[in-house]
């Protein structure tokens, strides 16, 4: 069975840092593209971040760049979201996903979240 | 402002059917056969319910159905049941900016 388990949100001031991650189990992890998407308050979800396999691609939102980096550990089986410079605007529940490749791309599994709050 | 649009809300009773629609570009939506449609209920994970437009994973119920019509995708459910009631959203590829990109979200009201 795929799971997907997040873990790191919590409450932070404007302008700190945090590491989310996500525990991967019940797949060939190494073969999977991998992805955060989030979803504010009230709002929709949004695709932020996503990357390769073996790490040497990534791809992010255009309203995150610079703040946001994805990375992987597929000997922990396990994929990250640093997220530095937080604004109010960055609270939300970030999703951890599983991307099916075939011909196409895409979410196939998500985990069920962690909320991530940006206050002071 | 989403990439994709979708309506806010759409409602049916029981055993009726409804469609959803999720209007893009020919840069997303209309270029590829690459829209998937997620169900949400609030607090749990988002499912998968259809890929590649009309492609439904095995275990989803056939009472979901996808297709696509230039720049529109929809997504059909038939015999609406209770469990219905939630949040849908659409997504695609898309060639020109953030390259993944989902709807607005619509909610489903099951009357």
Known sequence: EVQLVESGGGL???GGSLRLSC??????????????????????????????????????????KGRLTISRDNAKNSVYLQ???LRVEDTA???CARYYCGSNCYIDYWGQGTLVTVSS | QS???QPASVSGSPGQSITISC?????????????????????KAPKLLIYEVSNRPSGVSN??????????AS????????????????NSYRTSGTPWVFGGGTKLTVL
């Open chain 1, 12 to 14: 932070v001031q404007p």
């Open chain 1, 23 to 64: 525990a991967a189990s019940g797949f060939s992890f190494s073969s999977h593209w991998m992805t955060w998407v989030r979803q504010a308050p009230g709002k929709g979800l949004e695709w932020v971040a996503n990357i390769k396999q073996d790490g040497s691609e990534k791809y992010y939102v255009d309203s995150v």
């Open chain 1, 83 to 85: 997220i530095d410079s």
């Open chain 1, 93 to 95: 529940v970030y999703y």
């Open chain 2, 3 to 5: 990439a994709l649009t």
């Open chain 2, 23 to 43: 209007t893009g570009t020919s840069s997303d939506v209309g270029g590829y056969n690459y829209v998937s449609w997620y169900q949400h209920h609030p607090g």
């Open chain 2, 63 to 72: 009472r979901f159905s996808g297709s696509k019509s230039g720049n529109t």
């Open chain 2, 75 to 90: 997504l059909t459910i038939s015999g609406l049941q209770a469990e219905d009631e939630a949040d849908y959203y659409c």
